[in-house]
Each structure stands twice: as C-alpha cells, then as structure tokens.
Nanobody, 121 residues
Framework: QVQLVESGGGLVQPGGSLRLSCAAA?????????MGWYRQAPGKERELVAN???????DYADSVKGRFAISRDNAKNTVYLQMNSLKSEDTAVYYC??????????????WGKGTQVTVSS
C-alpha cells in the first residue's frame, strides 16, 4: 500500500516562506504518473496548487504563479513545494496527491492526510 507522508506546514506571517515535503512511502511503487499539491480552505472546494505529470509538464494555479515552486527528487519519490511571499489567502490545508502504479500494476490516486498552512500576523 502506498502512503503519502507530508511535512512542513505551520504558522507564518504574511510575506514569509514555508517549504512542504511529500514522500511516497512504499516498497512497491512501480511508477508515478503525477504528483503534486492541492489545498482546501474553509468553505471552499479543494483546488490544484501545483503538480508534475509524467509527460514532464508542470502546472500551477494562477494564484500562486511566481510565488510557489514545485520540485522533486525522483530517487526518493518525494516532491517539495517552496512557498514564498505567502498571503493570508494561502491559508488552507495542503494535501499531497499522487497518481501511482504499484508493482502489482494497480494504478490509483493517493492522498496524504493534509498539513495545515496558516498565514497570519
């Protein structure tokens, strides 16, 4: 069973920075087709923040372009989200997402448990 383990959330002042990490922990990963981050603010729907696809494309929400950067370490099956110039509207629970095929050739979507990011003075 694949698990996505997130870390790095917390409280930060407006204009500050945080770095989130997400590791796909399992001994049975065959391939990762997409991996990235979504977020959900109170009273709002979950939305894409940034992700990588297997085709090499990187997608960002318009609201974070120029401020957030996604990166990855393929050897560790880990993605990172560097968040700079944080705003109060970035406050949300951030969820790691992975479209992963395991060694049994079973492919499905996986979600982490979420990590809270709060931007407040």
């Amino acid at each position: 069973q694949v698990q996505l383990v997130e870390s790095g959330g917390g409280l930060v002042q407006p204009g500050g920075s945080l770095r989130l990490s997400c590791a796909a922990a399992s001994g049975s990963i065959f391939s990762i087709h997409a991996m990235g981050w979504y977020r959900q603010a109170p009273g709002k729907e979950r939305e894409l923040v940034a992700n990588f696809t297997s085709g090499g494309r990187t997608d960002y929400a318009d609201s974070v372009k120029g401020r957030f950067a996604i990166s990855r370490d393929n050897a560790k099956n880990t993605v990172y989200l560097q968040m700079n110039s944080l705003k109060s509207e970035d406050t949300a629970v951030y969820y790691c997402y992975g479209d992963i095929r395991d060694s049994s050739w079973f492919r499905m979507d996986y979600w982490g448990k979420g990590t809270q990011v709060t931007v407040s003075s």
